[in-house]
Every structure is written in structure tokens, then in C-alpha cells.
């Protein structure tokens, strides 16, 4: 087992690929007929950097983050990397802020490892900071050509640093995106007191199957373990996970490295996600006023720097700019003297639909119940009520500002 130091202690229509960006970028940089001599070796010389890192060396460094206080997850977590259908990879487990007695029993576990597995994996502790802060210490002693973040409560399948390494063929520099399934565990006390835990539910893929960078500005999609980024990114273009954040560290990375790099997707479901029912998490670490710092942090950051769109992008930005035509067109609607000699009708239709509901509560409850009716019966039993006519009219009542609160019927 090697130990490494730094300033830490030892211990199926789918879209195509998006375009790596930086290497779109410093090719139309260079393709002006009147750029300076200096900045196209300048240029050329990024680019060859860029490239130099894709190549030789291990594969994957795996940054396996865990505080001890989950023994046999880790456990698990090892024994799918051990198992993996591909072994050129490395792992670095970074202890972070674990107890004596649990960086001990991380210890222990990790030197229970096959031989030749325990070849490739490094300890280190790290005490103090964020979550970002072992994160760094990490990337700074990976070897690999690519990085991944993995906790040590999730599970891999065997595919995943095999179908990391077959998209790296054809990703241009690009970050790498899986799929990956969430299931719900809880914390559980097993025989002769062992911290243990159970399984609640089978595994959901309930991630978008392709990468959204529109949406992924609003939340992230994607768990930590469905990323590889590429070492460049780091240790060449000088990217750091941010450790003031207290969460959000991942969402962070993501939405700079994908902004800048670009996406390649690997579409092969790869991992499980888990989500913790009871027992600490980053959710019950962290209080909502936490949550809101981080990602209010991460917003500001990206709306203070110059922000490079992959080309895709621009079919979702022109569905955007026609959405607003729509919006106009309501606008127009709801100042417009129809929408408001129309109120009345609009009431007695409230009225209606109340009268009508009372009725069918009336009669549901004489009626005989209807549960044996066989399901391809029931839009037959079922018929559409005026509910979403009802709805639309008090909304855009609302938003005008004409609804009379007094005059409204109530249930």
C-alpha cells in the first residue's frame, strides 16, 4: 500500500457528443490570417499540453472519499473496484476528519485487500476544511489521465472504468458522463453489534439517460460517480474544487469543467446512487441556510466569468427565445378587454364546476364503490372533470391581478 503527503497527513435517438470546447476554441484562435506570431505558438503549445496529458500512465485515478463511520460500505466500495472488468486504475482513499478509532478501522480494511490490488491504492488522512478540501489533496496525488470521485456508500457495477476507457477513445479531451441508478438503504445495527445497514428498494435509473447543460445550471442531475474528468482540467488548466463550499462541490466542478470541456456520454448504466434513510449525509449534515450559501456561491461564480456554450446548446436557446413569444401573447390576453368582459362567465363556470363536484361527492358516497372495475375500464368511470379548466382560469385571474378574493367558491 503506497501513502502519499502533501500538505496532509499520511496515513434510442440520442444526441451526438457535444464538442470539446477549449479545443473548438483555441482552433478558431488560431485560424485568424492576422494572429500574432506569439500567441499562435502560445496556442499551439496549450494544445499540445492538452494532448500530451491523454496520453501514457494509468487510466483512472479513483478518489475514494470516506470518514470511517461506515465500515461495511466501504467494504463494498472496495470489493466493486477489486472487481472491476478493467484494472487500469488507481485508488486513493482520502480519510477525511475520521476518529482514531474509525481511521484505524479504515486502515484495517484497506489492508485486507488482495495483493495486487492493495499494489494500487494509497491512504491519506486529511483534517480540516470542507468538502472540497480532500478533493484537492486527491487530485494532487493522482497519476492518472483521468479522474473520478467516488463515496464510499455507493456501489459500481463492473463496467465502470471499462466503459470510461472505451468513450475516452473518441472524447477529444472531453468529461465523461454514465449513467447511474438510485436506490433507498438505511442504517442498521447487525448481529453482535455490527454497523450495518438494509436495502429498501430495487435500483431506479431516474437520471436523465443525456447530459442537459441548460438544466444542470438549474440542479444537478448527475451523482459524483457518473463523471470521469480529465486530468488536464486539473493539472493543466488549474482547476480546483472549491473548499469554502460546504456542499455543492460536485455541482461546482461539473458545471465548470462541462462549460468549458464539453460532454462525452457513456450511455451504460455504471453505478447506484445511494440514498440514505436515516444515519448522517450530506443532507443532515448541512442545514437548508448551508445548502443556499453553496449554491448561491457556485451561481455567483458563473455569472462573474465569461461563460463558452458548446454548440449544442444553441437549438435549446432558440426554444427558449420562441417560449418568450408565448409569454407575450399571454400578456397580451390577460390586458386585452375580452379577457376582462369575460370575467363573469369565468365565475359562473367556478360556480358550476363546484356545484358539479358536490354533486359527485353525493353521489359517491350512495353509490356502490367501484374498486373491482377492471382497469381498462376506467377512463369509462372516470370521465374528465372541469378541475385543469378551473385551475387555468383562477391562475391567470392571479397573475392579472382581477380575481375577486371575496367572490371566489370554496369546497
Given at each position: ?70 465500515p461495511?460500505p ?53 483534517h ?46 472531453r468529461?465523461?458522463r ?15 453489534d ?29 451523482p ?19 473548499e469554502?463550499?460546504t456542499?455543492c ?29 436515516g ?58 378587454r ?18 358539479k363536484?358536490?354533486v ?9 364503490s ?40 370554496t369546497?
Amino acid at each position: 500500500m503506497q501513502s502519499t503527503a502533501s500538505d496532509v497527513t499520511v496515513g434510442d435517438d440520442r444526441r451526438s457528443p457535444q464538442t470539446a470546447t477549449i479545443q473548438i476554441l483555441l482552433s478558431e484562435l488560431m485560424s485568424g490570417p492576422r494572429i500574432d506570431p506569439r500567441l499562435r505558438n502560445a496556442l499551439e503549445s496549450a494544445k499540445q499540453l492538452i494532448a500530451e496529458e491523454q496520453e501514457g500512465g494509468v487510466f483512472l485515478s479513483v478518489l475514494l472519499r470516506t470518514q470511517g463511520k461506515r465500515p461495511e460500505p466501504l467494504r463494498d466500495a472496495l470489493l466493486c473496484l477489486a472487481a472491476q472488468s478493467d484494472q487500469d486504475f488507481e485508488v486513493i482513499v482520502i480519510d477525511h476528519d475520521a476518529t482514531p478509532a474509525d481511521a484505524a478501522e479504515v486502515r484495517a480494511i484497506v489492508a485486507q485487500q488482495s495483493t495486487g490490488f492493495l499494489d494500487r491504492i494509497s491512504l491519506i488522512e486529511v483534517h480540516g476544511g470542507n468538502r472540497g478540501k480532500p478533493l484537492n489533496a486527491g487530485i494532487r496525488a493522482a497519476q492518472g489521465r483521468f479522474v473520478a470521485v467516488y463515496d464510499d456508500d455507493d456501489l459500481l457495477f463492473g463496467n465502470w472504468v471499462e466503459e470510461f476507457k472505451i468513450a475516452s477513445r473518441t472524447s477529444e479531451g472531453r468529461l465523461l458522463r454514465s449513467l447511474v441508478a438510485t436506490q433507498m438503504v438505511k442504517p442498521e445495527l447487525w448481529p453482535q453489534d455490527q454497523i450495518g445497514f438494509r436495502t429498501l428498494s430495487w435500483p431506479k435509473a431516474e437520471y436523465p439517460r443525456e447530459f442537459d447543460q441548460l438544466a444542470h445550471l438549474q440542479m444537478n442531475y448527475s451523482p459524483f460517480m457518473s463523471w470521469a474528468f480529465p486530468a488536464a482540467l486539473f493539472s493543466i488548466l488549474g482547476f480546483e474544487f472549491d473548499e469554502e463550499l460546504t456542499v455543492c462541490e460536485d455541482w461546482d466542478m461539473i458545471l465548470r469543467g462541462s462549460l468549458l470541456l464539453g460532454v462525452t456520454e457513456v450511455d451504460s448504466l455504471t453505478a447506484i446512487y445511494r440514498r440514505w434513510e436515516g444515519g448522517n449525509s450530506s443532507y443532515t449534515e448541512h442545514s437548508k441556510k448551508s445548502w443556499a450559501w453553496s449554491e448561491a456561491k457556485v451561481l455567483d461564480r458563473l455569472e462573474s466569468s465569461l461563460l463558452i456554450m458548446p454548440g449544442d446548446i444553441v437549438p435549446y436557446l432558440r426554444k427558449s427565445f420562441a417560449l418568450l413569444g408565448v409569454h407575450e401573447q399571454l400578456a397580451g390576453l390577460l390586458h386585452s378587454r375580452a379577457w376582462r368582459y369575460g370575467r363573469p362567465i369565468r365565475g359562473a363556470l367556478r360556480v358550476a364546476g363546484f356545484v358539479k363536484r358536490r354533486v359527485n361527492r353525493i353521489r359517491g358516497a350512495t353509490e356502490p364503490s367501484r374498486t373491482d372495475v377492471p382497469a381498462d375500464f376506467a377512463p369509462m368511470i372516470h370521465p374528465v372533470s372541469d378541475e385543469s379548466l378551473r385551475s387555468v382560469v383562477d391562475v391567470l385571474d392571479d397573475v392579472h391581478g382581477l380575481t375577486d378574493p371575496a367572490g371566489r367558491t370554496t369546497d
